[in-house]
């Protein structure tokens, strides 16, 4: 199982260690690419932080950030499970997970990145801004920069399991399955079920959903559950006590949706 998360936008920051080991990266086919962005990156907040600003889509408040990114190559790095920070990472709670658990996760959790392409949650890397949506001046849109490296190196990553896409659309444009990995990949969508002058009405959660997506990878890790087609997903997560609809695309080859429905969103 090889399960595609979004990173945060917000990151931890601090701690101790040492800096930046590019070539010590999960994918290292995915090293030039990464070695590019980053230079791009650092030059340009190191050089002009106004520019930076507005390219970063960053607010006055957020200025450090582009400090921090001019700094990448001498900042401390630590794994990226405890880098990324927020709403989806909360619910996951990598940090609590039992060791069975934590094994699972560092072997099964990919997060894709607009700076690295996509790193294990043991990767060590710094604290940096910079979204799959920029568009820096020497390399153009991220999400169209990254597509030719990972489309190189992450049919081998899917091995021959279920892939368990959970990433939001940006991220996705970097990466689409094709051909038989499709067939193995299943999407999530989370429902909001309602009761509304007695009749149940669904609306598509969003902020929320990350939580929902959180919680059920962790489920799974606890649950040391190892699906390995979008089925027998269904299956496990049923088991789990989600509710989960949706079945095997229409057309041969293509990624299964699956929609999880709550009744409570937090």
């Known amino acids: 199982m090889l399960v595609l998360l979004p990173p945060s936008e917000g990151k931890a920051a601090g701690g101790s260690g040492a800096p930046l080991e590019l070539g010590a990266l999960s994918l290292p086919g995915l090293d030039p690419a990464r070695s590019a962005v980053l230079e791009e990156l650092v030059g340009l907040c190191a050089a002009d932080e106004s520019k930076a600003r507005e390219v970063l889509c960053l607010s006055e408040g957020l200025r450090g950030e582009v400090t921090k990114n001019a700094e990448l190559r001498s900042a401390v790095a630590r794994p990226a499970g405890e880098i990324y920070t927020g709403v989806l990472y909360d619910a996951l709670g990598l940090a609590g997970l039992d060791p069975a658990a934590r094994a699972l996760a560092e072997q099964s959790l990919l997060v894709f990145s607009g700076l690295w392409g996509a790193v294990r949650i043991t990767d060590r890397i710094p604290s940096y801004r910079c979204s799959m949506g920029v568009r820096l001046p020497g390399l153009g849109p991220l999400g169209a920069y990254w597509r030719t490296p990972l489309a190189e190196v992450m049919p081998r990553a899917a091995a021959e399991g279920l892939v368990l896409d959970l990433r939001s659309s940006a991220y996705a444009s970097a990466w689409r399955p094709r051909g038989e990995v499709a067939a193995r990949t299943a999407t ?79």
């Open 188 to 266: 999530v969508r989370v429902l909001h079920a309602q009761v509304v002058d007695g009749v149940e009405k669904r609306s598509v959660v969003s902020h929320f959903n990350k939580a929902t997506k959180g919680r059920l990878v962790r489920d799974l890790l606890l649950a040391g559950a190892v699906p390995g087609t979008p089925a027998e997903l269904v299956t496990a997560l049923r088991d789990l006590g989600h509710v989960v609809e949706g079945g095997a695309p229409a057309r041969a080859g293509a990624a299964w949706s699956l929609d999880v429905v709550v009744t409570h969103i937090h």
